[in-house]
C-alpha cells in the first residue's frame, strides 16, 4: 500500500487524519499512520476534539443549500441557490 502517493506535499494533516479515520477499519490505525507519516498520537487527538464551530456552520449551510436545490426540483444553478440564501425563509 502506497498510500503516500494519493497525497500532495501541501495536503495538511486533516486531510490526511480522515483518510486514516475512513479506512482504519480495513487496514488498521498504525499501518495507514506509518504509510501517511502521520502520528498516531495526533490522529487519535484530531479524533477526540469536539467539531468545530466552523462546521458546524459548513453542514446548516450545506443542508440549507439541498434543500433550495430540492425545493426547486433539482433545477436551480449555482447563482439561483445564491439568491435564494439571501431571502428569508419561506
Request: charged share 30%; hydrophobic share 35%; glycine share 6%.
Amino acid at each position: 500500500m502506497r498510500g503516500s502517493r494519493l497525497f500532495r506535499a501541501g495536503d495538511d494533516l486533516v486531510c490526511r487524519f480522515r483518510f486514516v479515520a475512513e479506512y482504519r477499519h480495513a487496514y488498521g490505525v498504525k499501518r495507514l499512520c506509518r504509510v501517511l507519516k502521520v502520528p498516531r498520537s495526533g490522529f487519535y487527538a484530531s479524533q477526540a476534539r469536539p467539531v468545530s464551530q466552523r462546521s458546524d456552520l459548513d453542514a446548516l449551510l450545506t443542508a440549507s443549500i439541498v434543500e433550495i436545490y430540492n425545493r426547486s426540483r433539482c433545477t436551480y444553478g449555482a447563482p439561483r441557490v445564491h439568491a435564494e440564501l439571501g431571502r428569508p425563509y419561506r
